[in-house]
């Protein structure tokens, strides 16, 4: 276990141990799935994504925009006495890049009006607002990604 983990984006690895077997796990995976863009689904489509043949990549199913949904991706390892998934959980590759790049921005910012124009007040200001912008947005995404963790626990129950 590190001490510190200095990763930019935040990144969660899990997993879930079943007593099912892993082509049960898989066939009520593929039930609460649904392809990508389809518009209309019926109720036991929580997630959108698609399912492989020991692999997924699922994300949940809202009915309002929400950037900070995580990518579940994973592993379904079969046991002789049931099954486990290893599952990745990552921020979207657009909010990844929205992120660093908004992130990068007001730490320029604050470098510019320390370094080269001097104005300490407007230094703080872009400072906070980074810092403010950054908690706002892993804190969304760990939210998300609890409520995303126990759909998935309850899809393959």
């Not at 020991?54 to 949940?60: C, I, M, P, S, V």
């Not at 759909?151 to 129950?157: C, D, G, Q, V």
């Amino acid at each position: 276990m590190q001490l510190f983990d200095l990763r930019l984006v935040p990144y969660e690895r899990f997993t879930i141990v079943s007593s099912q077997g892993a082509d049960e796990v898989l066939a009520k995976l593929r039930r609460a799935t649904a392809p990508p863009n389809r518009e209309k689904t019926g109720p036991l489509a929580r997630f959108s994504g698609r399912i492989g043949n020991n692999e997924f990549e699922l994300y949940h199913r809202v009915t309002s925009p929400n950037i900070y949904l995580p990518v579940l991706r994973g592993e379904v390892m079969p046991t002789s006495s049931g099954c486990i998934l290893f599952v990745a959980s990552t921020m979207l590759f657009s909010t990844q890049v929205i992120l660093i790049f908004w992130s990068a921005m007001a730490l320029f910012m604050t470098g510019i009006y320390v370094l080269v124009k001097p104005n300490y007040l407007h230094a703080s200001f872009a400072f906070i607002i980074g810092v403010g912008f950054y908690t706002i947005s892993v804190a969304n995404f760990h939210l998300q990604k609890n409520i995303s963790r126990e759909l998935l626990r309850r899809a393959i129950e």
